[in-house]
């Protein structure tokens, strides 16, 4: 009886989309690797619109139930725009696409090397990945023939601005730096809305992080020096005590439709050391970990300081590790009134 499950084919006429599925310190990573069309463009902005415009529906399908959740995150791989390039990535969210992920860079990388899509040079695999940001150069470190952990050097990272505030409904006036690291965050120090980094106020965090979202984004504009496509407020980074001793904070990243990052968020570790550095509060080749809300860690660092239009930026260093969970073929029927997918939050 299993075995005739087993073999059992899906008609024809059903789509058939494969991946490889992993998670980055905690943080789920759908990487899609057969059943969509190919997307045209020279640049991967390009792509990503033309892929909002033509297929967002498969987006739906593949992040949303009942194939995924409200939190759920996956990337398409492209050929490379840059000659510098092995591939270029599209990452996907419950509400649409990001500029750039960090915790994607991380599982991207592991896959990549992992499934042999690129070749595995131990000690270190060096792989060049275009993303809607721009161009990031990831290293896989390998040993006893898998990846141990990867760390990348993420596109230039600023200030934006500094002790700004914002009046919330509900919450008063608050106060916010904004900072970029391949997509524009509002830093909250969590102790000042009344919560903590940790599990039990991960509803509170949802709605105080959405809120403040929110009435930053009604107030103020949010100029990217040079893309248009990336001039927006992605999220919300909730800073606080660490939860291991030897961590230097910990960060809990609102973004999308009220997605929680459960790994310290690449992006936004990448334009916390921005800060840091605008502060002065980092030595140059300072390395400091944080922590995420389940207590995993990613590691920092300045590798190098930099312009960036007319900001003073810096090019970040971060660290983490992923791991495969699964492979899988989905199937879309396409008489099923729910192939679109939904999403509960």
Not at 52 to 77: F, K, N
Not at 82 to 90: C, E, H, K, T, Y
Not at 209 to 235: C, N, T, V, W
Not at 236 to 244: C, K
Request: glycine share 10%.
């Amino acid at each position: 009886m299993l075995s005739k499950m087993h073999t059992w084919q899906p008609p024809e006429n059903w789509l058939r989309i494969t991946t490889i599925d992993a998670h980055t310190e905690g943080e789920p990573f759908r990487v899609i690797t057969g059943g969509l069309p190919d997307l045209p463009g020279d640049t991967i902005l390009a792509r990503r619109r033309y892929m909002q415009t033509h297929w967002d529906h498969l987006r739906t399908s593949l992040m949303w139930e009942p194939r995924g959740h409200a939190d759920m995150y996956g990337c398409i791989v492209t050929p490379p725009v840059s000659p510098q390039a092995d591939f270029g990535v599209l990452f996907l969210h419950n509400e649409g696409y990001s500029s750039m992920c960090g915790h994607g860079i991380i599982g991207i990388a592991t896959v990549a090397v992992t499934a042999s899509m690129i070749d595995m040079q131990a000690p270190e695999t060096k792989i060049g990945i275009d993303s809607p940001a721009g161009l990031v150069t990831a290293f896989a470190r390998v040993a006893d023939d898998r990846v141990s952990s990867v760390y990348f050097h993420n596109v230039p990272s600023f200030v934006l601005a500094l002790a700004e505030t914002v009046q919330v409904p509900g919450l008063g006036r608050i106060t916010y730096d904004l900072a970029y690291g391949g997509a524009f965050y509002a830093f909250v120090d969590v102790d000042a809305v009344g919560l903590t980094n940790t599990p039990k106020d991960f509803a509170a965090l949802v709605s105080t992080g959405m809120a403040i979202k929110r009435a930053i984004g009604a107030q103020r504009s949010i100029p990217h020096p040079f893309e248009e496509d990336l001039s927006f407020l992605y999220g919300t980074i909730f800073t606080g005590p660490p939860h291991h001793k030897t961590s230097h904070s910990s960060h809990v990243c609102i973004f999308a439709q009220g997605e929680v990052d459960r790994s310290p968020t690449g992006t936004g570790v990448s334009a916390r050391l921005a800060l840091l550095h605008a502060r002065h509060a980092i030595r140059g080749n300072q390395s400091i970990e944080i922590d995420s809300i389940i207590g995993s860690r990613f590691s920092g660092c300045i590798v190098e300081t930099t312009t960036f239009g007319s900001h003073q930026a810096v090019i970040p260093e971060v660290e983490g590790t992923a791991h495969i969970t699964g492979r899988h073929e989905f199937l879309i029927d396409p008489k099923d009134p729910l192939r679109d997918g939904f999403v509960l939050r």
